[in-house]
């Protein structure tokens, strides 16, 4: 890849250094490995960037590091800086990268997003090919709908709306940064008593699905590449939710079983189901969702309410939920990629977070450990207790319903502890789990750490 420029955070400018490439013979040294060929290029590629950065007094991205969840970049007092997200923020278009656009644009037959690192494609209508979502090798895995053919859709920004897919109900079908969300909007208590919503398939052609550990579904494609469902949810419209927002209670599983090639739900069964649990009756319309990803994401919540419920994937909501409010109870788990800092020397690190939300407000801060590792997405009942690490910092951002908020805290001692891991993960839980207060936060957050590369001798 070219050197080029990259707007990101800090104002960094791009290294005009020669590009990592393992073509390069003039920079690779004769007789070592692969490995070590291209760890040399690196460093090479890191110490021009780091001269231009003192020499300009301003950060300096380093091209050959970059993906679309990493950023490395050379400060100009002479340490380096990562920053690893855990959704995708850039994708490389070309020789140039740039920030993430899930917004539909039409591109031969289909509706894509107009820059995505999770590409996906949504139906013009007409036939029942419903999506695709490209794996990480570039095999195609197919959604079908089998219900017949699907009108045209309305498009607007990422989401295309199929209208009457079924009587009462229409399918939402929504670009995010990490894949699909495929929302059914049932409209009315009579379209939720359809029997065709007690056996509501979602249909994969291209790879043979599996569930997991905790309870998510794999499609793997014929070349061992995959994609990644978190298990069903439905919400209501209570509180004001949306197809794109639950409200304040946290969404609740759908009853669905996962065969070789579908999953099957049962929308009536897991209605009745909350409405039993509850004693309340659902505000409609209602919202379920079967959601697709590429596994770029790293950001996942668990909850009493529901303990063997994974909430992995983003869907169209970007809400991590913590702390208590009447039956729900959750904490908040970041996964961040640090292979990279293995034999580092680490200056300083800070995970950076958005609080949307603070709407329960008995004051009770916020914790953040290390945890783990632990297979990410795990549930509520597969926490371990031992697992979580000491408290590396606390922070009491924003106020009650108040607006969405920065927050950042130091987690330098838990990376230093994690060197030589590949992933590092960080929990936030409640000071004080007993007092009810519940937070938002996005799922968008970054690991800032700052390091020094020790001298070889």
């Known amino acids: 890849m070219c050197a080029v420029a990259v707007v990101v955070g800090g104002g960094a400018v791009s290294a005009s250094a020669a ?64 920053e690893v997200s855990t959704v995708p923020v850039r994708v490389e278009q070309g020789e140039t990268w740039v920030p993430v656009d899930t917004s539909l644009v039409p591109v031969g037959e289909w509706w894509e997003p107009a ?16 999506a695709q979502v490209q794996t990480a090798s570039g095999e195609w895995v197919t959604e079908t709908w089998p219900y017949g053919v699907l009108p045209t859709p309305t498009v607007d920004g990422d989401t295309a ?35 065709k919503l007690d056996d509501l398939h979602v249909v994969i052609d291209g790879a043979d699905l599996t569930k997991t550990s905790t309870g998510a579904v794999e499609a793997e494609a014929a070349d061992g590449s995959g994609i990644v469902a978190g298990q069903p949810l439905w919400w209501d419209s209570s509180d004001g939710a949306t197809y794109r927002e639950p409200g304040e209670e946290t969404p609740s599983p759908v009853t669905h079983d996962v065969e070789a090639d579908r999953i099957a739900m049962d ?9 039993k649990r509850t004693g309340d009756d659902v505000t409609y319309p209602i919202y379920v969702d079967p959601d697709w990803a590429s596994g770029i994401s790293g950001s996942w919540y668990t909850d009493a309410a529901y303990p063997n419920q994974s909430y ?27 292979a990279s800092l293995a034999g ?44 979580w690490g000491p408290v590396l910092d606390t922070q009491n951002p924003g106020y009650c319903n108040g607006p969405a908020v920065a927050v950042g805290w130091n987690v330098t001692m838990g990376v230093r502890d994690k060197i030589g891991a590949v992933d590092i993960q960080l929990g936030l839980a409640p000071q004080d789990e007993n007092v009810v207060s519940r937070r938002h936060f996005s799922r968008a957050a970054t690991l800032y750490v700052t390091y020094n590369t020790r001298p070889d001798v």
């Open 161 to 195: 709306t199929y209208a009457e897919v079924l009587p009462g109900v229409d399918l939402k079908m929504v670009a995010t940064t990490t894949g699909q969300a495929s929302i059914y909007v049932v409209k009315t208590e009579k379209a939720a008593q359809s029997t």
């Open 344 to 387: 580092k020397d680490i200056v300083a690190a800070q995970l950076a977070a958005t609080q949307i939300k603070w709407a329960s407000c008995p004051n009770s801060p916020v914790q953040v450990r290390t945890y783990g590792p632990q297979m990410w997405g795990f549930t509520w009942n597969q926490q371990n207790h031992s697992a």
């Open 312 to 338: 992995l994937n983003a869907s169209a909501s970007d809400v991590l939920r913590m702390g208590r409010y009447q039956q729900y109870r959750g904490n908040i788990f970041f996964e961040f990629r640090i």
């Open 19 to 82: 590009p990592v490439s393992p073509v390069m013979g003039k920079v690779s040294p004769v007789g070592v490995s692969f490995r070590e060929a291209q760890k040399a290029q690196v460093a090479q590629a890191q110490a021009v960037a780091s001269a231009e950065a003192v020499a300009t007094g301003e950060p300096v991205v380093v091209d050959a590091l970059t993906s679309p969840t990493q950023l490395t970049s050379a400060l100009p007092d002479g340490t380096m800086q990562l």
């Open 115 to 130: 820059a995505s690192a999770a590409p996906v494609r949504f139906s013009p209508g007409g036939s029942d090919q419903l």
């Open 267 to 275: 929308v009536g069964a897991s209605v009745a189901k909350e409405e």
